[in-house]
Protein backbone atom coordinates (compact mmCIF):
# COMPACT_ATOMS: atom_id res chain seq x y z
CA UNK A 1 0.00 0.00 0.00
CA UNK A 2 0.72 3.54 -0.34
CA UNK A 3 1.62 5.61 2.53
CA UNK A 4 0.59 8.63 0.80
CA UNK A 5 -2.38 8.01 -1.22
CA UNK A 6 -5.95 7.68 0.12
CA UNK A 7 -8.88 5.73 -0.05
CA UNK A 8 -12.29 8.36 0.62
CA UNK A 9 -15.85 6.90 1.10
CA UNK A 10 -18.31 9.28 0.05
CA UNK A 11 -21.97 8.49 1.00
CA UNK A 12 -25.71 10.48 0.66
CA UNK A 13 -27.64 10.38 4.02
CA UNK A 14 -31.55 10.81 3.89
CA UNK A 15 -30.84 14.40 5.97
CA UNK A 16 -29.73 15.20 2.56
CA UNK A 17 -25.81 15.78 3.65
CA UNK A 18 -23.12 14.29 1.48
CA UNK A 19 -20.22 12.78 3.71
CA UNK A 20 -16.68 12.47 2.71
CA UNK A 21 -15.06 10.04 5.27
CA UNK A 22 -11.52 8.53 4.89
CA UNK A 23 -11.25 5.29 4.68
CA UNK A 24 -7.92 3.24 4.33
CA UNK A 25 -4.41 3.64 2.38
CA UNK A 26 -4.71 2.84 -1.33
CA UNK A 27 -3.81 -0.64 -2.76
CA UNK A 28 -3.29 0.91 -5.63
CA UNK A 29 -0.92 3.83 -6.58
CA UNK A 30 -0.34 4.73 -9.90
CA UNK A 31 2.36 7.21 -9.08
CA UNK A 32 4.49 4.71 -6.85
CA UNK A 33 7.10 6.05 -5.15
CA UNK A 34 6.71 9.40 -4.36
CA UNK A 35 7.10 12.21 -1.37
CA UNK A 36 4.15 13.38 0.53
CA UNK A 37 4.05 16.37 -1.00
CA UNK A 38 4.65 15.06 -4.99
CA UNK A 39 1.95 14.35 -7.43
CA UNK A 40 -0.47 11.69 -6.30
CA UNK A 41 -4.21 11.53 -5.64
CA UNK A 42 -7.41 10.17 -3.67
CA UNK A 43 -9.65 7.56 -5.19
CA UNK A 44 -13.06 7.95 -3.84
CA UNK A 45 -15.33 4.72 -3.02
CA UNK A 46 -18.89 5.52 -3.59
CA UNK A 47 -21.39 4.20 -1.18
CA UNK A 48 -24.93 3.60 -1.69
CA UNK A 49 -27.42 5.91 -0.33
CA UNK A 50 -27.56 5.82 3.37
CA UNK A 51 -31.20 5.70 5.23
CA UNK A 52 -29.91 7.18 7.87
CA UNK A 53 -29.05 10.89 9.04
CA UNK A 54 -25.22 11.90 9.16
CA UNK A 55 -24.15 11.92 12.72
CA UNK A 56 -24.27 15.80 12.64
CA UNK A 57 -28.29 15.35 12.14
CA UNK A 58 -28.85 12.99 14.27
CA UNK A 59 -26.83 15.27 17.22
CA UNK A 60 -28.54 18.22 16.16
CA UNK A 61 -31.80 16.23 16.21
CA UNK A 62 -31.20 14.76 20.09
CA UNK A 63 -30.48 18.45 20.96
CA UNK A 64 -33.86 19.34 19.92
CA UNK A 65 -35.27 16.37 21.19
CA UNK A 66 -33.87 17.71 24.44
CA UNK A 67 -35.40 21.27 24.41
CA UNK A 68 -31.93 23.22 23.98
CA UNK A 69 -32.12 26.42 22.83
CA UNK A 70 -29.42 29.16 21.98
CA UNK A 71 -25.24 29.07 22.83
CA UNK A 72 -26.46 25.78 25.15
CA UNK A 73 -27.45 24.51 21.72
CA UNK A 74 -24.57 25.44 19.50
CA UNK A 75 -22.05 24.28 22.33
CA UNK A 76 -23.72 20.76 22.63
CA UNK A 77 -24.27 19.59 19.04
CA UNK A 78 -20.04 21.14 18.83
CA UNK A 79 -19.07 19.20 21.65
CA UNK A 80 -20.75 16.12 20.66
CA UNK A 81 -20.09 16.28 17.05
CA UNK A 82 -16.26 17.39 17.72
CA UNK A 83 -15.86 13.42 19.86
CA UNK A 84 -17.79 11.90 17.57
CA UNK A 85 -15.91 8.78 14.79
CA UNK A 86 -17.54 10.85 11.94
CA UNK A 87 -16.02 14.20 12.92
CA UNK A 88 -12.35 11.95 12.88
CA UNK A 89 -13.44 10.69 9.48
CA UNK A 90 -14.32 14.06 7.72
CA UNK A 91 -11.16 15.66 8.99
CA UNK A 92 -8.63 12.70 7.87
CA UNK A 93 -10.62 12.91 4.58
CA UNK A 94 -10.50 16.59 4.36
CA UNK A 95 -6.47 16.72 5.28
CA UNK A 96 -5.72 13.92 2.74
CA UNK A 97 -8.15 15.24 -0.35
CA UNK A 98 -6.09 18.98 -0.05
CA UNK A 99 -3.09 17.23 -0.12
CA UNK A 100 -3.65 15.75 -3.02
CA UNK A 101 -4.92 18.71 -4.81
CA UNK A 102 -2.39 20.75 -3.87
CA UNK A 103 0.68 18.17 -4.95
CA UNK A 104 -0.98 18.61 -8.19
CA UNK A 105 -0.18 22.14 -8.88
CA UNK A 106 2.28 23.83 -10.97
CA UNK A 107 3.46 20.32 -12.48
CA UNK A 108 5.33 21.09 -15.83
CA UNK A 109 4.56 19.08 -18.63
CA UNK A 110 7.92 17.35 -18.80
CA UNK A 111 6.78 15.85 -15.76
CA UNK A 112 3.16 14.81 -16.65
CA UNK A 113 4.92 12.97 -19.09
CA UNK A 114 6.72 11.19 -16.69
CA UNK A 115 3.68 10.59 -14.38
CA UNK A 116 2.24 9.07 -17.74
CA UNK A 117 4.97 6.45 -18.51
CA UNK A 118 5.25 5.74 -15.14
CA UNK A 119 1.06 5.09 -14.39
CA UNK A 120 1.63 3.05 -17.44
CA UNK A 121 4.55 1.06 -15.79
CA UNK A 122 2.27 0.75 -12.47
CA UNK A 123 -0.50 -0.77 -14.48
CA UNK A 124 1.43 -3.72 -16.31
CA UNK A 125 3.22 -4.20 -12.69
CA UNK A 126 0.10 -4.23 -10.61
CA UNK A 127 -2.04 -6.65 -13.10
CA UNK A 128 0.68 -8.93 -13.18
CA UNK A 129 1.58 -9.17 -9.47
CA UNK A 130 -1.25 -7.73 -7.81
CA UNK A 131 -4.22 -8.41 -9.13
CA UNK A 132 -5.55 -12.05 -8.93
CA UNK A 133 -8.93 -11.25 -8.16
CA UNK A 134 -11.91 -9.39 -10.07
CA UNK A 135 -12.03 -7.44 -7.27
CA UNK A 136 -8.67 -6.20 -7.52
CA UNK A 137 -9.14 -5.30 -11.04
CA UNK A 138 -11.70 -3.53 -10.78
CA UNK A 139 -10.55 -1.42 -7.91
CA UNK A 140 -7.45 -0.94 -10.11
CA UNK A 141 -9.74 -0.10 -12.80
CA UNK A 142 -11.99 2.36 -10.78
CA UNK A 143 -7.91 3.89 -9.80
CA UNK A 144 -7.24 4.44 -12.94
CA UNK A 145 -10.45 6.22 -13.94
CA UNK A 146 -10.22 8.72 -11.46
CA UNK A 147 -6.97 10.36 -11.80
CA UNK A 148 -6.77 13.96 -12.49
CA UNK A 149 -7.59 15.29 -15.46
CA UNK A 150 -3.53 16.18 -17.05
CA UNK A 151 -3.14 12.48 -17.02
CA UNK A 152 -3.82 10.34 -20.07
CA UNK A 153 -6.60 8.70 -18.94
CA UNK A 154 -7.80 7.24 -22.29
CA UNK A 155 -4.03 5.53 -22.49
CA UNK A 156 -4.08 4.18 -19.10
CA UNK A 157 -7.40 2.55 -20.26
CA UNK A 158 -6.22 1.16 -23.16
CA UNK A 159 -3.00 -0.15 -21.48
CA UNK A 160 -5.47 -1.49 -18.60
CA UNK A 161 -7.78 -3.24 -20.85
CA UNK A 162 -5.11 -4.90 -22.84
CA UNK A 163 -3.27 -5.97 -20.45
CA UNK A 164 -5.67 -7.19 -18.31
CA UNK A 165 -6.56 -10.12 -21.21
CA UNK A 166 -2.96 -11.08 -21.33
CA UNK A 167 -0.65 -13.73 -18.93
CA UNK A 168 2.38 -11.48 -18.82
CA UNK A 169 4.21 -14.47 -17.38
CA UNK A 170 3.47 -17.04 -19.77
CA UNK A 171 3.47 -14.61 -22.93
CA UNK A 172 -0.06 -15.43 -24.06
CA UNK A 173 -3.49 -14.04 -24.54
CA UNK A 174 -5.69 -15.41 -21.77
CA UNK A 175 -9.04 -13.68 -21.98
CA UNK A 176 -11.79 -13.21 -19.32
CA UNK A 177 -14.57 -14.54 -18.25
CA UNK A 178 -17.92 -13.23 -19.49
CA UNK A 179 -18.58 -12.26 -15.89
CA UNK A 180 -15.78 -10.64 -15.16
CA UNK A 181 -15.49 -8.50 -18.50
CA UNK A 182 -19.47 -7.55 -17.61
CA UNK A 183 -17.97 -5.83 -14.29
CA UNK A 184 -15.18 -4.00 -15.38
CA UNK A 185 -16.89 -3.31 -18.75
CA UNK A 186 -19.90 -1.63 -16.35
CA UNK A 187 -17.49 0.21 -14.47
CA UNK A 188 -16.05 1.72 -17.61
CA UNK A 189 -19.64 2.62 -18.86
CA UNK A 190 -20.44 4.44 -15.81
CA UNK A 191 -17.29 6.90 -16.46
CA UNK A 192 -17.64 7.04 -19.94
CA UNK A 193 -15.28 5.24 -21.35
CA UNK A 194 -16.68 1.68 -22.38
CA UNK A 195 -15.36 1.78 -26.05
CA UNK A 196 -12.02 2.37 -24.87
CA UNK A 197 -12.14 -0.47 -22.68
CA UNK A 198 -13.95 -2.59 -24.98
CA UNK A 199 -11.59 -2.22 -27.80
CA UNK A 200 -8.71 -3.05 -25.73
CA UNK A 201 -10.29 -6.11 -24.42
CA UNK A 202 -10.40 -7.22 -28.06
CA UNK A 203 -6.71 -6.73 -28.12
CA UNK A 204 -4.83 -10.23 -28.93
CA UNK A 205 -1.06 -8.28 -27.99
CA UNK A 206 -0.70 -5.85 -25.49
CA UNK A 207 -1.03 -2.26 -27.21
CA UNK A 208 2.38 -1.23 -26.51
CA UNK A 209 2.83 -4.87 -28.64
CA UNK A 210 0.62 -3.91 -31.54
Known amino acids: MCPTCA ?3 QTNHSCGHQVRRYMCKAKFCLFFPHEADEFHMVT ?4 ADSKYWCEYCEIKGDANDSGLRGAEKHD ?4 EYDRSGEAR ?3 NANEVIAAADNSQNGVDAAKIAELNKTALSEIKWYLKNRCSSVNDKALLLKTILQVPQSIDRKALVECFGSYVV ?3 KQNIWKGLSSKDRGILTSI ?3 AGMFKTLD ?5 QKPVDMQ
Open 89 to 91: QVQ
Open 76 to 79: FIKT
Open 199 to 203: IALKM
Open 7 to 9: VVS
Open 188 to 190: ARR
Open 166 to 168: YDQ
Open 44 to 47: YVYK
